[in-house]
């Protein structure tokens, strides 16, 4: 069974900087997009940012400059880094995959349980 886990939120001061680590782990067959989103009390999901398995990103208008993405195939991680962080980039954070269960021939999305990120201002 396919599985992603996250770690690395806390808290931290305005301008300060945190690093998300998420790893799949199970029966992985292929990983294509792996991403990071994120939910504040009261709102839906937002996409934080995405990387390919060719290394290709894509960040929200917000983090643009601040936050980076990265990943290593070979470990099935992908990483967050936050920087400059912000008091509105208050969050549970969310890391993404498409995965390819090696038992199947499908992709599916899964989702971690999420890590809490909190700025102090």
């Known amino acids: 069974q396919v599985q992603l886990v996250e770690s690395g939120g806390g808290l931290v001061q305005a301008r300060g900087s945190l690093r998300l680590t998420c790893t799949a782990s199970g029966s992985i067959f292929d990983i294509r997009t792996m991403g990071w989103y994120r939910r504040t009390p009261g709102k839906q999901r937002d996409l934080v940012a995405t990387i390919t398995s060719d290394g290709v990103t894509n960040c929200a208008d917000s983090v643009k400059g601040r936050f980076t993405v990265s990943r290593d195939n070979a470990k099935n991680t992908t990483w967050l880094q936050m920087n400059i962080l912000r008091p509105e980039d208050t969050a549970v954070y969310y890391c993404?995959?498409?995965?390819?269960?090696?038992?199947?021939?499908?992709?599916?999305?899964?989702w971690g349980q999420g890590t809490q990120v909190t700025v102090s201002s």
């Open positions: 993404n995959a498409f995965i390819r269960d090696a038992t199947y021939a499908y992709y599916k999305t899964y």
